[in-house]
């Protein structure tokens, strides 16, 4: 049922369902990211694996990095997925097996593509900019993408427009009449969103497509409850548009798509369906197969870790165990 009234926005306690809205505000976590970098891990999380098919969320800074290296990630695997990078500060260096060697900047985005297989690495160049805000998500690739070759493409020009206070840039899919030019492989969207006054906005939404809204600075109120910085507001399905309001400033991250049907087994940087497939692509880059070898990084891959003494399990978009 649509709502129709207003509330006054308050902040719910960490997985908390705000009443009536059917949202659910998600907790972050903090995790480690090679040796100078620590994120806040929104997705996956045990009740609520996935938004669409975007299935890992992290969002990292503002951090002082003037006098840090910054953003250290060596060599390391993917597969079964699409990363999306995109920075609100600082500067990031990509490099990858296919041979792209690429800076990205605030504004622009970054997609990998691992299909089968593809290793990248991610630092900071020398010298950077002081400061380093961002996000890295992943892309649940389905059949037959994921078995697919590798791609990589650095988007510079993006769709940006103005709705009254609102500032959008569409980083993939589309919304609003427009469309970004990154290739994704499912009904997908990912849109930052920028406050310019305290007045309610609105966006059109599609009711097949879940939600989330992540605050990457500032504040935003949706359904009477109030998403900052380190929490994921799930929003679920069946919303014709999106009524938010915020300070001046506030830069949100939009994420939706329809609801990734086909469960998954994630463990360390592989996205597969099965405990096997997922063994057999860590033995793969263990042995030095499949992945390549990252252009222009002489420094030595990540070893994977150990797989668990039992054997992994898929999961629904939720977090249920299936079969």
């Not at 100078?36 to 098919?53: D, E, F, K, N, S």
């Not at 078995?147 to 980083?171: K, N, S």
């Amino acid at each position: 049922m649509e709502r129709t009234e207003s509330m006054p926005a308050q902040t719910l306690p960490a997985g908390m369902a705000a009443e009536e809205s059917g949202s659910v505000l998600l907790p972050g976590h903090d995790v480690p990211l090679g040796r100078y970098t620590t994120v806040r891990r929104l997705l996956p999380q045990r009740t609520r694996r996935m938004v669409g098919a975007w299935c890992f969320v992290d969002h990292f800074g503002p951090d002082d990095v003037a006098e840090r290296p910054g953003m250290e990630v060596p060599p390391h695997p993917h597969t079964g997925l699409q990363t999306v990078t995109w920075l609100l500060d600082g500067e990031i260096l990509h490099r990858d097996s296919l041979g792209n060697v690429q800076p990205i900047r605030p504004g622009q985005l970054n997609v990998m593509t691992s299909g089968h297989g593809i290793a990248h690495s991610e630092r900071s160049p020398q010298p950077h900019p002081p400061l380093m805000h961002g996000v890295q998500l992943w892309v649940a690739l389905p059949d037959p993408a994921r078995a697919g070759a590798a791609d990589f493409a650095h988007h510079a020009d993006l769709p940006r427009w103005r709705d009254g206070q609102l500032d959008v840039t569409l980083l993939v899919g589309e919304i609003g009449g427009e469309r970004s030019p990154a290739v994704v492989h499912t009904p997908l969207v990912g849109a930052q969103l920028e406050l310019g006054g305290p007045e309610p906005v609105d966006l059109p939404l599609r009711p097949d497509f879940e939600y989330g809204l992540l605050a990457m600075s500032g504040s935003a109120a949706v359904d009477g409850v109030t998403v900052e910085p380190g929490a994921l507001l799930y929003l679920g399905t069946g919303r014709g548009r999106l009524t938010l309001s915020g300070g001046p400033g506030s830069r949100l991250l939009l994420l939706g798509g329809a609801p990734f049907e086909e469960p998954l087994v994630m463990w360390w940087n592989f996205v597969g369906r099965s405990h096997d497939e997922v063994a057999a692509a860590r033995e793969d880059w263990m042995a030095g197969r499949r992945f390549g070898v990252v252009a222009d990084d002489a420094a030595p891959p990540l070893p994977a870790p150990a797989l668990p003494t039992t054997r992994l399990k898929a999961r629904d978009r939720t977090g249920g165990l299936r079969g």
